[in-house]
């Protein structure tokens, strides 16, 4: 297994979006390409995140910094290949969130996800996120999603 100081993060550009779309509903197992639409690379590439390995994409991390609430920023959406997990990239890629949202004076991360999601659950509460119940219709009629928040002194 190839350890996160062997991956190469960088920021994202536009040209990022159809490597994603290329594998993004397989790293996941499911469709999930329409929660990732082209603008997120369009317009929040300077605060999104590609790891890069000896295959080329290992993972990917969508975030921006809120243009309506200054101090906070979000996390959009985070991919890491099957072959890549479990070895600290992801938590690699949120400390490097983190890093940016600080030095734009941003003192709380967001991010959601799905209630059936019990391994993106259990990964947030462990890089310091407090989980609230799932919100009936967050996104719509039929959607019900966990919130996540995570504060900095």
Known sequence: MIQPHEYELRTATPADYDPIAAVVDEWWGRPVLPALPRLFLDHFHQTSLIAEGPAGMAGFLIGFLSPSV????YIHFVGVSPEARNGGL???????????????DRRVVKAITAPVNRTSIAFHRSMGFEAGEPVPGYNGPGT?????????A
């Not at 999603?145 to 900095?152: K, N, S």
């Open 70 to 73: 200054p101090d906070e920023a």
């Open 90 to 104: 992801a938590r690699t890629m949120y400390e490097r969130f983190f890093e940016l949202a600080r030095r734009h």
């Open 144 to 152: 019900s999603l966990v919130t996540f928040t995570r504060h900095f």
